[in-house]
């Protein structure tokens, strides 16, 4: 079993085996990455499956979804903290701008945070609001396939996601974000 087959197959059935991180790193090792090259295929839903960091917001769960949702033609991210089985944008959620720095890194400005509550009749219930002091960051993408995105945030931590194929909450958040028109463009 090759490689990346074997740390998706931990990842669904063991999320806090040690041996992801081994994994991991022998992915970034084989990576050939080019964010210029594959800025189209960061596109879409992602979901954390694990993570180096001991917060327990960046630690996978069984109950709730952590997603980031990635749309990097429109330079524009969000982080979404879910009950797991919502098929809406409904959570606590942090947007953020993104920008090309170098080859692997994107940079990354949060512009506004908060609940997101679901749409009754025309209206979306939110109590989101922008971000007053600069927070900014960036973002090693460190390896990439169809199925598993790898990166290395600013702070040393390690990321491991895998897509989800979910186009329907994809399109709720484009529209989230032409709705409530955060991002300048």
């Not at 041996?19 to 080019?34: G, P, T």
């Not at 327990?56 to 949702?69: E, G």
């Not at 922008?130 to 790898?150: A, F, V």
């Not at 990321?159 to 909450?169: H, P, S």
Request: glycine letters at 6%; proline letters at 3%.
């Amino acid at each position: 079993m090759d490689t990346e087959k074997q740390l998706i197959k931990l990842l669904l059935d063991k999320p806090n085996s040690k041996d992801i991180l081994l994994l991991a790193i022998k992915l970034e090792n084989e990576s050939n990455f080019i964010l210029s090259r594959d800025i189209e295929s960061l596109q879409g839903v992602w979901e954390l499956r694990w993570s180096s960091s001991n917060a327990l917001f960046l630690r996978y769960s069984q109950l709730v979804d952590n997603l980031q949702i990635l749309d990097p033609l429109r330079s524009t991210a969000m982080n979404l903290l879910k009950p797991r089985g919502i098929k809406a944008i409904v959570g606590n959620g942090i947007i953020a701008k993104l920008k090309p720095i170098n080859d692997i890194r994107v940079g990354v400005q949060f512009t506004h945070a908060g609940l997101i509550g679901p749409r009754i009749g025309f209206k979306t219930l939110k109590a989101i609001s922008e971000i007053k002091k600069e927070q900014k960051g960036w973002i090693d993408i460190t390896y990439l396939s169809d199925e598993i995105r790898i990166c290395r945030g600013d702070k040393g931590t390690l990321f491991v996601l895998m897509r989800r194929n979910d186009e329907k909450l994809f399109l709720g958040f484009q529209k989230f974000i032409e709705r409530i028109s955060f991002i300048k463009r």
